[in-house]
């Protein structure tokens, strides 16, 4: 099943729903949850092979899929995957900004300016652009539903700075967009995740975690360590799964949530 978690709810029937990301993780999840209820789904990725795997899931258990593989840290990438969608199915109804995910984690005053640029291209111009990308489709359609992937880090985790402020950056968007869009019918909120059990990568992933520093700074990494999202520190002293967030993503998505716009969901496993 393309998502045992639930049976029969078909939300999405005949909508069409990009997800960028989606070939791996929570992005992968998300389109799978969509792509299970009915929803045609456009595969957004940088990494050519990890889309297409999407895709094959999808269509091996009857989801209509598009690949499109596009880098969205510009405008211009961002464009040209809401064209790739409109060419294919005519409309965009459901906008998933996933890409993401933190690079380097480490003392504030250890990063590069180009370091912190490029944090804040992975992490907030990416989201940024698609939300201007497809605001005018959607303003035109007078609907849409936005869900954006902000992070826990922006309630206060250390060593990951750079990436907390992209995040927080992308709940003022979530926010700000919500109040001014919300007159063309159009929904915008945000799930906040936190620690997440990936096991679905079939390509390295642009980041250096926790244990890069072991050599040169054993007392630094084991302080990055303890301090970086233990679930064992949660309420529900555990790691999410992909498929959680997925079914929130839905959620917010779905006319389910028809009268709900401008929040971040608290998906975290802490109050």
Same mark, same amino acid.
């Given at each position: 099943?393309?998502?045992?978690?639930?049976?029969?709810?078909?939300?999405?029937?005949?909508?069409?729903?990009?997800?960028?990301?989606?070939?791996?993780?929570?992005?992968?999840?998300?389109?799978?949850?969509?792509?299970?209820?009915?929803?045609?789904?456009?595969?957004?990725?940088?990494?050519?092979?990890?889309?297409?795997?999407?895709?094959?899931?999808?269509?091996?258990?009857?989801?209509?899929?598009?690949?499109?593989?596009?880098?969205?840290?510009?405008?211009?990438?961002?464009?040209?995957?809401?064209?790739?969608?409109?060419?294919?199915?005519?409309?965009?109804?459901?906008?998933?900004?996933?890409?993401?995910?933190?690079?380097?984690?480490?003392?504030?005053?250890?990063?590069?300016?180009?370091?912190?640029?490029?944090?804040?291209?992975?992490?907030?111009?990416?989201?940024?652009?698609?939300?201007?990308?497809?605001?005018?489709?959607?303003?035109?359609?007078?609907?849409?539903?936005?869900?954006?992937?902000?992070?826990?880090?922006?309630?206060?985790?250390?060593?990951?700075?750079? $990436?907390?402020?992209?995040?927080?950056?992308?709940?003022?968007?979530?926010?700000?967009?919500?109040?001014?869009?919300?007159? $063309?019918?159009?929904?915008?909120?945000?799930?906040?995740?936190?620690?997440?059990?990936?096991?679905?990568?079939?390509?390295?992933?642009?980041?250096?975690?926790?244990?890069?520093?072991?050599?040169?700074?054993?007392?630094?990494?084991?302080?990055?360590?303890?301090?970086?999202?233990?679930?064992?520190?949660?309420?529900?002293?555990?790691?999410?799964?992909?498929?959680?967030?997925?079914?929130?993503?839905?959620?917010?998505?779905?006319?389910?949530?028809? $009268?709900?716009?401008?929040?971040?969901?608290?998906?975290?496993?802490?109050?």
């Amino acid at each position: 099943m393309l998502d045992p978690l639930f049976s029969g709810a078909r939300r999405f029937d005949g909508r069409v729903c990009i997800v960028t990301g989606s070939g791996q993780g929570i992005g992968r999840a998300a389109a799978k949850r969509l792509g299970a209820e009915g929803g045609k789904i456009v595969v957004a990725e940088r990494v050519r092979e990890s889309a297409r795997e999407t895709v094959e899931q999808l269509r091996a258990h009857g989801a209509q899929a598009l690949e499109a593989v596009t880098d969205v840290s510009t405008l211009a990438g961002a464009k040209e995957l809401m064209q790739l969608s409109i060419a294919a199915f005519g409309r965009i109804d459901v906008l998933v900004n996933v890409v993401g995910g933190a690079i380097w984690w480490k003392p504030y005053h250890l990063f590069t300016e180009e370091e912190i640029l490029l944090e804040l291209e992975r992490n907030l111009s990416t989201t940024m652009w698609c939300c201007l990308a497809a605001l005018p489709i959607m303003v035109e359609q007078a609907s849409g539903a936005i869900v954006n992937c902000s992070s826990g880090v922006t309630q206060g985790h250390i060593f990951r700075t750079p $990436y907390a402020i992209g995040k927080g950056g992308v709940e003022a968007m979530t926010r700000t967009l919500s109040k001014e869009y919300g007159q $063309y019918g159009i929904r915008v909120n945000a799930i906040s995740p936190g620690s997440t059990a990936v096991n679905d990568r079939t390509t390295p992933r642009l980041s250096l975690r926790p244990g890069v520093l072991a050599e040169t700074e054993p007392d630094l990494d084991a302080r990055i360590r303890e301090a970086t999202n233990d679930p064992a520190r949660t309420a529900l002293r555990r790691q999410s799964t992909t498929a959680e967030h997925a079914g929130a993503i839905a959620f917010l998505a779905s006319d389910d949530a028809g $009268y709900i716009t401008g929040q971040i969901v608290n998906c975290h496993g802490d109050p």
